[in-house]
């Protein structure tokens, strides 16, 4: 099993700043990703975060707006830059082990005013 | 791309019944996860299928490969198994895919 803690839990922000969500895990895992829940929808993959090189972003999702950090295999970021009420979302972290199993984080819900 | 449709979107039923939530999807997986959220965002997986029938307690997941359909049931249902339950399938790309997700089931059991 794996245990994932994010930080923060819940946040609200002005337009036009950032805000760095922090994902940590208890065990090394291979996959991890980043999904985002927006207000009464499912949820959507933003990017696998890959270990030392570039995340993998989804269609509709780009570096600049959304820029991910993975340097090890129990700890990954994910930045929401240059915010806007549309990015009010809960964006949760998860991961994935090797038999599929697949374990999610208490999410972050971000409001942006 | 997969495009996941579960049924029904919403379901209310009272306390003992027997539930069933239906699954499909378009484009062949490695593997369906069967998905609960309750308010306030927290979301456990129940399931993660890739062949045949799984049992846990009074809930069974099955699918089936051929027909891209996968079903969830839950036996002498209980108010506390109120929730939104998401059907999630992996890509057959090898195990490197995020999931994608169907548009959940608002399950509510009334006492």
């Known amino acids: 099993s794996a245990v994932i803690s994010q930080k923060p839990s819940r946040d609200i922000c002005q337009r036009g700043t950032s805000l760095t969500i922090q994902c940590q895990v208890d065990?090394?895992?291979?996959?991890m990703f980043w999904y985002r829940q927006q207000p009464g929808q499912s949820l959507t993959l933003i990017a696998t975060?890959?270990?030392?090189?570039?995340?993998?972003?989804e269609s509709g999702f780009v570096i600049d707006k959304f820029p991910i950090s993975r340097p090890n295999l129990t700890f990954s970021t994910l930045t929401v830059s240059n915010m806007s009420p549309e990015d009010s979302s809960i964006y949760l972290c998860?991961?994935?082990?090797?038999?599929?199993?697949?374990?999610f984080g208490p999410g972050t819900r971000l409001t942006v005013t | 791309k997969n495009e996941v449709e579960q049924s029904p979107q919403n379901l209310t039923a009272q306390e003992g019944e027997f539930i069933t939530i239906n699954c499909s999807y378009s484009v062949g997986i490695s593997a369906l996860h069967w998905l609960q959220q309750h308010p306030g965002g927290g979301i456990v997986s129940l399931f993660m299928l890739s062949s045949g029938k799984k049992k846990h307690g009074r809930l069974i997941a099955t699918i089936n490969i051929q027909e891209k359909h996968s079903s969830l049931h839950i036996t002498a249902s209980h108010p506390r198994d109120s929730a939104v339950y998401i059907c999630a399938v992996e890509g057959a790309g090898g195990g490197a895919d995020g999931l994608t997700f169907g548009k959940g089931t608002h399950l509510i059991i009334q006492p």
């Open positions: 975060a890959n270990q030392g090189s570039e995340a993998t972003y």
């Open positions: 998860s991961v994935r082990q090797w038999s599929h199993e697949q374990y």
């Open positions: 065990s090394q895992v291979t996959m």
